[in-house]
């Protein structure tokens, strides 16, 4: 059964970072495409950074330089490391596995999401 878990949100202060965690079953991350999604309240959901199987990356423009993913093999797990976070990048975070081999933004592409897990970015 593939299954997603993601944790590592909470609350932080702007200009503050959080790493949230992916952690899979029932598959390997290094065999996958793996992407991290978010969803504010009221708007739709935007893909935010994807790994690919063999480690490429890419990421929503907006967000290049802040945020960076990765994953450990050994872990069997996708990280999302977020810097220099703003009262905007509050949502509910998601990790989702494609059915394509590559990255892309298209939601119904992704078969297996998380449970999802929320950032609040407040003073």
């Known amino acids: 059964q593939l299954q997603l878990v993601e944790s590592g949100g909470g609350l932080v202060q702007p200009g503050g970072s959080l790493r949230l965690s992916c952690a899979a079953s029932g598959f390997t991350v290094d065999s996958a495409v793996i992407a991290w999604f978010r969803q504010a309240p009221g708007k739709e959901r935007e893909a935010v950074a994807c790994i690919t199987g063999t480690g490429s990356t890419s990421y929503l423009d907006s967000l290049k330089g802040r945020f960076t993913v990765s994953r450990d093999n050994a872990k069997n797990t996708v990280y999302l490391q977020m810097n220099s976070l703003k009262p905007e990048d509050t949502a509910v975070y998601y990790c989702?596995?494609?059915?394509?081999?590559?990255?892309?933004?298209?939601?119904?592409?992704?078969?297996?999401w998380g449970q999802g897990t929320q950032v609040t970015v407040s003073s």
């Open positions: 989702a596995k494609s059915t394509f081999y590559y990255c892309s933004g298209y939601v119904p592409s992704f078969g297996t």
